[in-house]
Protein backbone atom coordinates (compact mmCIF):
# COMPACT_ATOMS: atom_id res chain seq x y z
CA UNK A 1 0.00 0.00 0.00
CA UNK A 2 2.95 2.20 0.86
CA UNK A 3 3.92 2.46 -3.00
CA UNK A 4 0.10 3.58 -3.90
CA UNK A 5 0.05 5.94 -1.21
CA UNK A 6 3.94 7.88 -2.75
CA UNK A 7 2.52 7.49 -6.07
CA UNK A 8 -0.21 9.24 -4.91
CA UNK A 9 1.91 11.81 -3.15
CA UNK A 10 -0.36 11.60 0.36
CA UNK A 11 1.35 12.04 3.65
CA UNK A 12 0.62 9.19 5.43
CA UNK A 13 1.59 6.96 8.07
CA UNK A 14 0.94 3.17 8.56
CA UNK A 15 -0.08 2.12 11.84
CA UNK A 16 -0.20 -1.93 12.40
CA UNK A 17 -2.46 -2.62 16.02
CA UNK A 18 -1.60 -5.84 16.76
CA UNK A 19 -3.73 -7.84 19.68
CA UNK A 20 -1.10 -9.45 22.29
CA UNK A 21 -3.22 -11.61 23.84
CA UNK A 22 -4.39 -14.99 23.05
CA UNK A 23 -8.37 -14.30 23.38
CA UNK A 24 -10.52 -13.77 20.19
CA UNK A 25 -9.84 -10.61 18.28
CA UNK A 26 -11.64 -7.59 19.14
CA UNK A 27 -11.30 -5.36 15.56
CA UNK A 28 -13.48 -2.33 16.65
CA UNK A 29 -11.27 -2.40 19.67
CA UNK A 30 -8.18 -2.71 17.85
CA UNK A 31 -9.29 0.40 15.78
CA UNK A 32 -10.19 2.43 18.71
CA UNK A 33 -6.45 1.85 20.54
CA UNK A 34 -5.24 2.49 16.48
CA UNK A 35 -6.90 5.95 16.62
CA UNK A 36 -5.63 7.21 20.52
CA UNK A 37 -2.11 6.08 19.63
CA UNK A 38 -1.67 7.70 16.41
CA UNK A 39 -3.27 10.97 17.49
CA UNK A 40 -0.67 10.73 20.36
CA UNK A 41 2.17 11.16 17.54
CA UNK A 42 0.11 13.75 15.30
CA UNK A 43 -3.23 15.54 14.93
CA UNK A 44 -4.38 13.62 11.96
CA UNK A 45 -7.44 14.61 10.02
CA UNK A 46 -8.57 11.70 8.13
CA UNK A 47 -8.37 8.10 9.06
CA UNK A 48 -8.47 4.76 6.89
CA UNK A 49 -9.60 1.96 8.79
CA UNK A 50 -7.80 -0.68 7.01
CA UNK A 51 -7.94 -4.59 8.03
CA UNK A 52 -3.83 -5.73 7.24
CA UNK A 53 -5.01 -8.89 4.14
CA UNK A 54 -6.55 -6.38 2.20
CA UNK A 55 -4.31 -4.84 -1.38
CA UNK A 56 -6.61 -2.54 -3.43
CA UNK A 57 -5.59 -3.16 -6.77
CA UNK A 58 -6.33 0.48 -8.38
CA UNK A 59 -4.12 3.17 -8.12
CA UNK A 60 -7.36 5.43 -8.95
CA UNK A 61 -8.78 4.73 -5.54
CA UNK A 62 -7.41 7.74 -3.36
CA UNK A 63 -6.82 7.76 0.24
CA UNK A 64 -7.92 11.05 1.02
CA UNK A 65 -10.71 11.89 3.47
CA UNK A 66 -13.99 12.82 1.64
CA UNK A 67 -16.18 15.83 1.34
CA UNK A 68 -19.18 14.59 3.58
CA UNK A 69 -20.07 11.19 4.38
CA UNK A 70 -17.61 8.52 5.84
CA UNK A 71 -16.64 6.50 2.72
CA UNK A 72 -16.27 2.68 2.16
CA UNK A 73 -13.34 1.99 -0.02
CA UNK A 74 -13.88 -2.11 -0.17
CA UNK A 75 -16.84 -2.49 -2.54
CA UNK A 76 -15.17 -5.29 -3.90
CA UNK A 77 -12.67 -8.02 -3.10
CA UNK A 78 -10.99 -10.85 -4.71
CA UNK A 79 -11.25 -13.84 -2.14
CA UNK A 80 -9.71 -16.81 -2.66
CA UNK A 81 -10.66 -17.29 -6.74
CA UNK A 82 -13.97 -15.64 -6.05
CA UNK A 83 -15.58 -11.93 -6.13
CA UNK A 84 -17.26 -10.77 -2.99
CA UNK A 85 -19.31 -7.45 -2.86
CA UNK A 86 -20.37 -6.30 0.56
CA UNK A 87 -23.94 -6.33 1.63
CA UNK A 88 -25.67 -2.73 1.99
CA UNK A 89 -24.86 -2.59 5.96
CA UNK A 90 -21.64 -3.41 5.36
CA UNK A 91 -18.65 -0.78 6.30
CA UNK A 92 -16.08 -3.32 7.09
CA UNK A 93 -12.62 -3.97 5.11
CA UNK A 94 -11.37 -0.64 4.04
CA UNK A 95 -13.00 2.60 5.07
CA UNK A 96 -12.34 6.36 5.78
CA UNK A 97 -13.07 9.06 7.50
CA UNK A 98 -11.93 12.49 8.95
CA UNK A 99 -10.84 11.97 12.70
CA UNK A 100 -14.07 14.55 14.08
CA UNK A 101 -16.67 11.98 11.96
CA UNK A 102 -14.65 8.77 13.95
CA UNK A 103 -15.00 10.71 17.35
CA UNK A 104 -18.79 12.11 17.02
CA UNK A 105 -20.05 8.15 16.59
CA UNK A 106 -17.89 7.35 19.39
CA UNK A 107 -15.43 4.79 16.90
CA UNK A 108 -16.39 1.46 16.45
CA UNK A 109 -18.25 -0.55 19.39
CA UNK A 110 -15.93 -2.79 21.78
CA UNK A 111 -18.22 -5.55 22.73
CA UNK A 112 -17.61 -7.76 19.11
CA UNK A 113 -15.56 -10.64 19.61
CA UNK A 114 -14.23 -12.75 17.12
CA UNK A 115 -15.47 -12.09 13.27
CA UNK A 116 -18.78 -10.24 12.68
CA UNK A 117 -20.96 -7.57 13.43
CA UNK A 118 -18.31 -4.68 14.06
CA UNK A 119 -19.22 -3.09 10.61
CA UNK A 120 -22.85 -3.44 10.71
CA UNK A 121 -22.65 -1.68 13.85
CA UNK A 122 -20.44 1.16 12.30
CA UNK A 123 -22.62 1.46 9.87
CA UNK A 124 -25.79 1.95 12.39
CA UNK A 125 -23.51 4.60 14.38
CA UNK A 126 -23.15 6.95 11.04
CA UNK A 127 -26.54 6.37 10.33
CA UNK A 128 -27.36 7.72 13.84
CA UNK A 129 -25.33 10.74 13.93
CA UNK A 130 -26.91 11.43 10.18
CA UNK A 131 -23.69 11.32 8.72
CA UNK A 132 -24.63 8.46 6.36
CA UNK A 133 -21.86 6.69 3.91
CA UNK A 134 -20.69 6.62 0.54
CA UNK A 135 -19.52 3.70 -0.91
CA UNK A 136 -16.67 3.35 -4.02
CA UNK A 137 -17.39 1.77 -7.57
CA UNK A 138 -16.71 -1.54 -8.18
CA UNK A 139 -14.34 -0.69 -10.73
CA UNK A 140 -12.34 1.98 -7.77
CA UNK A 141 -13.05 -0.21 -5.18
CA UNK A 142 -11.54 -3.34 -5.89
CA UNK A 143 -9.09 -5.03 -3.59
CA UNK A 144 -7.38 -8.50 -3.28
CA UNK A 145 -7.41 -10.06 0.11
CA UNK A 146 -4.02 -12.02 0.96
CA UNK A 147 -4.07 -15.81 1.89
CA UNK A 148 -4.25 -15.98 5.69
CA UNK A 149 -1.17 -18.53 7.31
CA UNK A 150 -3.37 -18.23 10.54
CA UNK A 151 -6.28 -20.05 12.32
CA UNK A 152 -9.52 -17.66 11.38
CA UNK A 153 -10.98 -16.16 14.56
CA UNK A 154 -14.70 -17.34 15.12
CA UNK A 155 -17.65 -16.17 13.82
CA UNK A 156 -19.87 -13.54 16.12
CA UNK A 157 -23.11 -15.68 16.36
CA UNK A 158 -24.79 -13.13 18.02
CA UNK A 159 -22.90 -10.14 15.68
CA UNK A 160 -26.25 -8.65 13.83
CA UNK A 161 -27.94 -9.13 17.22
CA UNK A 162 -25.58 -6.64 18.91
CA UNK A 163 -25.33 -4.84 16.34
CA UNK A 164 -29.10 -4.53 16.14
CA UNK A 165 -29.39 -3.41 20.17
CA UNK A 166 -26.51 -1.02 19.25
CA UNK A 167 -28.56 2.06 19.72
CA UNK A 168 -28.87 1.00 23.33
CA UNK A 169 -25.15 1.27 24.02
CA UNK A 170 -24.04 4.16 22.00
CA UNK A 171 -23.34 6.17 24.62
CA UNK A 172 -21.35 4.06 26.78
CA UNK A 173 -19.35 1.49 24.54
CA UNK A 174 -17.14 3.08 22.09
CA UNK A 175 -13.66 4.82 21.65
CA UNK A 176 -14.02 6.26 25.35
CA UNK A 177 -14.71 3.21 27.26
Known sequence: MAPMFKRQLLEFRIYVIEQAD?????????????FIEALKDMKYDCVALHDVDLIAENDHNVYTCPAGKPLHLSA??????????????????????????????DGFSNVFWGWGGEDDDMNLRLSKHKLGRTRLSESLGVYTMLVQHHTRAPGNKEGMKLAMSGPTRYDYDGLHS
Open 22 to 34: KRVFNRGALFNVG
Open 76 to 105: LIHRYGHEWRPYYSNFGGASIMTSEQYRTV
